[in-house]
């Protein structure tokens, strides 16, 4: 670790509008490196008694998550346990620390080496066997290992939850299952190595207001000295570490600007989302986590345009209940107090994996392309019939959509909707309470697949959301979450644009309402684009809100729609940007 105070800025890619200063701390997600050495002579005694050392301190590490694990939901708790008991066989006088021991009295190396190879042989043994149960064994035989070598090196162990208030996460990848858990009142902000703009910790930062930078280096990282001063630029995508005073200086001015800035789109909160002619825009919120209505109501959304339901089967061992779903959802309702809320059903696969259906899930060897979202809700249905009911049941409380995710053929929504229709009459046969009519069923157009049937699929659909994070990344085959092609996630390639523009007008022609909640709804540069292809309904993640709507009310239509039809006509990627990016009211 570097301990001097030389300024350091890493590029990223700023992912969420804002500005954060504060000490930071490396999230040990990454292992270590064991290092390698020769023993001086006569050292391979003392060295076998620091391995028995850190084998007691591993223990004793161990005991106390046991300990920590009794507070999770039972079926949890007893999971992590039985993981935890056999990660705590595996240090006392197992084959794993017997050949360390001798590896380090034989050939005379040092410990975290010894623990490494040894670790590699067992591993790679189990690997021969192509089990996937024998497989997941040697992950528990590697994870030993990693936290052996990082006692050894004496690396602190910090989870998440280790950061204090007001720090800012560095950390070489955060999962959507870490981020449902991550409470966002206690960082100030978030840096990873591994992320694209549309990524699931993108999202999930932007939704929370946090500022972020995703797709830094990693090696500069590892030199970070813990507690060291640094500074998120998520507007700029930079990171800097040790800044200068000057540095520093410039970034409070810019945090002392944002905050005025803050005060002003605030203001706007109770004015309606209207272009200078007269043309009105609904601006909806996009939810991942029912914590996030609390700052809802102030963002000034008119009810929520996509609820991705997977949080409820998130860090958990079993697919929840339709009472537990229908508790989570209900909830939603209420708070939302008579304003609509979009529910999108299980939207799984991809950058977001579940372990309580990691059976169907896991082995695919292309996840993003396998049995996913309504495929996966077609091909198990009580998935789909458990969410249904609970939506429909909900429904009492207050006005629902239920949208479907990644549909790629209109039979798709007509197998969908006699399942849902199903539901009904069954929930009617049980006496439920229920609202008079079935809730608007919708179609997300994610995959180009779906934008080149938007006619038919219009014809089927009471509403589509055009999910353009999916719809580029499967457009131009660029992995969203992936950092080293973030570069070319493009979504304003002509194709994209093309395949939007075909679907929006689709909609519009049967007359349903067309709305887009992918993270382009988001960014200013692109509202008057959007606005001028047709679009009338925006989802979006409620800190960006404001901002967006305070560019709606400098926008006229007429030139809106001009601008769309220009871009349209243009052919060069680059020549597209520097259009939309430099277009003016
Ligand atoms: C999208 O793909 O644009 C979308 C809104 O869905 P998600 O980001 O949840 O995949
Ligand atoms: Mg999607």
Redesign the pocket.
Known sequence: MRNNAEEIVLNGLGVSHGIAMGPAYLVQIEHPQAPHYALAAGQAEAEKARLDHAVIQAQREILVLKEKSADLPIEAAEEIILLLEAHLAMLSGSRLIRGAQEKILRDNINAESAVAREVDIIAGQFSQLKDPYIAARSEDVRNVGYRLVRILMNVPYLSLNDVPPGGIVLALEITPAETALLDPRRFAGIATVHGGV?G?TA?VARSMGLPAVLGIDQASLESLHHGALAIVDGIGGKLVLNPSLATKRLYEQKLQDLRQDKTALNKLTQMPAVTTDGAEIVLRA?LEMPRELENLQASGADGIG?F?T?FMFMNRDTVPSEEEQFEAIVEVVRAMKGAPVTF?TL?IG???MIRSLGAHLSAAANPALGLRAIRLSLKEPHLLETQFRAILRAGYFGPVRILL??VTVATEVEHARRILKKCHAELKKEKASLADTLPPLGT?I?IPAAALSADSLAAVSDFF?????????YTVAID?GNDQVASLFNPLNPAVLRLMEFSIQAGLRAGIPVS?????AADPKYTALLVGLGIREM?LGFASLPRIKQRIRVLSLARSEEHARYVLDQYDPDRIIQIVHTFRP
Do not use: Y
């Not at 959301?465 to 990344?473: E, H, S, V």
């Not at 887009?516 to 382009?520: A, K, Q, V």
């Open positions: 549309t699931h999202v996009n996509l991705r997977e999108r939207d991809g950058d977001k995710p990644m997300m994610e959301a055009l999910g353009t994070n999916d719809l580029i990344q969203r887009i909640c992918g993270e382009m989802s």
